[in-house]
């Protein structure tokens, strides 16, 4: 039996929308309204956000306030690495996806041996850098910073010396030593996405299965197959984006996309995924209750949150 610890991260400065940083209390608020006492029942830790820097002006365009998530970083990693060290599981709640780099520094400072495999249950492949980014918005940076990579053939800007600094501080390790290879990465949902992150995902052949594949093949066959691809992985990291969900469920997410993974579905992926004695830690993202109706998207998450940690709880 896994002992949990929920470390929650209202952070929302890599988004572009606001909003996300209410995500947390709106999950918590789902759980009353469905009468549980889920959040009773774990010990929790709270990392302090930057969020006042969304009423500052933004210093770099390529880069949108990226000093404040160099610290969140720093404090995600820390809150990650000594639940680990504490023999806790982390299950992190997070406002915006930005932070989740910081959750992967934190599993490998913990075991910095391990060789980190990543399942990235998204519409998105997050695979951006300030040199190829469309908007500037870091939330779709993380897996590009924790794989080590510019994407330079794909340049788009010219950045200052000060944000070159910046990026190379979040991408944290040498490139030849980053904290995740990009083939241990498995993308699940994944339908939304630029030309240069399409560049990465065919130069390092990163596993992609989308939602017809899932719901062709059925979760449990999607589960082995992702596991057996990321068999020479020591640790496996679960990190679970709302916006992979189909959009006519809920509206309540920044980057809504159509023809995306149905609750059911999503429920029975990562039950299964839990099921694993690799997995490391889990993270559910993204969710934006000023977009939603009746805190929907909340409610969902709450359901998917709950289903996961009880199949952890018995394994």
Not at 8 to 29: C, D, F, M, N, Q
Not at 164 to 173: I, S, T, V
Request: glycine fraction near 6%.
């Amino acid at each position: 039996m896994k002992n949990i610890k929920i470390i929650e991260v209202p952070s929302e400065i890599s988004a572009g929308t606001r909003g996300a940083s209410l995500g947390v209390e709106a999950i918590k608020i789902a759980a009353l309204d469905f009468m549980s006492n889920f959040f009773v029942h774990f010990p929790s830790e709270k990392v302090e956000t930057e969020n006042h820097l969304l009423f500052e002006p933004v210093a770099s365009p390529y880069a949108k306030r990226i000093n404040g998530l160099i610290t969140m970083y720093e404090r995600v990693s820390k809150a990650v690495e000594e639940t680990i060290k504490n023999n806790f599981f982390p299950v992190v709640l997070s406002g915006d996806h930005g932070t989740s780099g910081g959750t992967i520094a934190g599993l490998k400072a913990a075991k910095p041996k391990s060789r980190l495999g990543v399942i990235w249950i998204d519409a998105h492949a997050d695979l951006h850098t300030p040199y190829t980014t469309p908007s500037g918005n870091m939330h779709g940076m993380p897996l590009a910073a924790s794989i080590g990579e510019n994407n330079e053939e794909c340049l788009a800007h010219q950045l200052d010396e000060k944000s070159k600094k910046q990026w190379d501080l979040l991408k944290g390790p040498a490139k030849d030593s980053p904290r995740v290879l990009p083939e241990d990465i498995v993308f699940i949902g994944l339908r939304d996405f630029e030309k240069e992150e399409k560049h990465l995902i065919d130069k390092y052949s990163m596993k992609v299965i989308t939602t017809s594949e899932l719901r062709r093949k059925g979760a449990e066959s999607v589960v082995r197959s992702s596991l057996r691809y990321l068999s020479d992985c020591t640790d496996i990291y679960v990190s679970f984006d709302v916006d992979c969900l189909d959009s006519s469920l809920s509206k309540g997410t920044g980057t809504p996309v159509s023809n995306g993974i149905k609750e059911r579905e999503a429920e029975d992926l990562i039950s299964k995924f839990m099921q694993n004695r690799k997995i490391c830690c889990f993270e559910i993202t993204e969710v934006n209750p000023t977009l939603d109706r009746e805190n929907l998207m909340a409610e969902i998450a709450f359901n998917i949150l709950q289903r996961s940690v009880n199949v952890l709880m018995m394994n």
